[in-house]
């Protein structure tokens, strides 16, 4: 059964806090679109963390100026926070000590999330209002590259949905014990967990740092892949270095990382 749903207890807060957070390199260019579709979520308690990565340009300005109109609109619910040290996992791993959620929810500074977006990903965690009940600990869904070719998109979708779904539950069969699959800019994880795995692996830079994530917090339950948690996203990245190459970057590091130890 895919599907799962919160467990409402009386007298107990109904769902859980959700920390999604955002790390951001020189993106003043498109962090206003991507908080503007955030802080449309229709989930009714979470806050959005900004993780200013070093950046030269006028990110930090960008976010400053909309959290402070969001502040006198008596939604306080984003924050900008500095990291130094350059680096994804560096910027994740800042947001995930910020954080003040039950659940820490990864996105990019070029998501485009749904509304449903949180409320879809809540529904697969077991939520007491105390904490935690059920197997699931984390859940993913496919990037939706939509400012890239018809069929670069429509192809990556199916690729995603069809494939990564059924080779997410075959590495976590118990002979196999691989990991699992996580979109790094599109998963939710329970903060609980990220604490009780020392948090992420801040000596990876880039490539591999989504398949080492699942592979350490499937030791501690189940992590769903469900097409229904989408992540509209840019394929800037393929663009700038390259289909093909990007392509092979990321199935060298996901077997690299998903076997190695096994």
Not at 39 to 64: G, K, M
Request: net charge positive; glycine share 8%.
């Amino acid at each position: 059964m895919e599907r799962y749903t919160i467990k409402k207890v009386p007298g107990a807060r109904t769902v859980p806090k959700i920390s999604v957070v955002i790390p951001a390199y020189n993106e003043e260019l498109v962090i206003a679109a991507t908080l503007q579709a955030v802080l449309a979520q229709d989930y009714p308690d979470f806050e959005v963390i900004v993780v200013n990565n070093a950046s030269t340009d006028r990110t930090a300005e960008v976010v400053e100026k909309i959290a402070a109109m969001n502040g006198s609109n008596g939604l306080a619910n984003l924050r900008l926070v500095h990291e130094s040290k350059k680096g994804l996992l560096h910027a994740r791993e800042r947001g995930r000590v910020e954080a003040h959620g039950d659940i820490v929810a990864n996105m990019d500074a070029d998501c485009l999330p749904e509304t449903d977006w949180l409320r879809i990903a809540s529904e697969y965690f077991t939520f007491t209002g105390d904490g935690f009940d059920g197997e699931v600990v984390a859940v993913s869904g496919p990037y939706d590259y939509h400012d890239a070719h018809p069929f670069f998109r429509a192809s990556s979708m199916a690729m995603q949905s069809y494939i990564y779904r059924p080779v997410a539950n075959v590495l976590q069969w118990p002979f196999v014990r691989g990991g699992a699959v996580l979109i790094g800019g599109n998963n939710a994880i329970r903060a609980d967990i990220l604490r009780k795995m020392g948090g992420y692996n801040t000596a990876l830079v880039f490539y591999g740092e989504d398949t080492d994530t699942a592979k350490r917090v499937a030791k501690h339950g189940r992590v769903v892949f469900t097409p229904r948690v989408k992540m509209k996203t840019s394929a800037r990245r393929f663009k700038e270095e390259g289909t093909l190459r990007m392509t092979a970057r990321y199935l060298f590091h996901f077997f690299k990382h998903t076997f190695r130890g096994v």
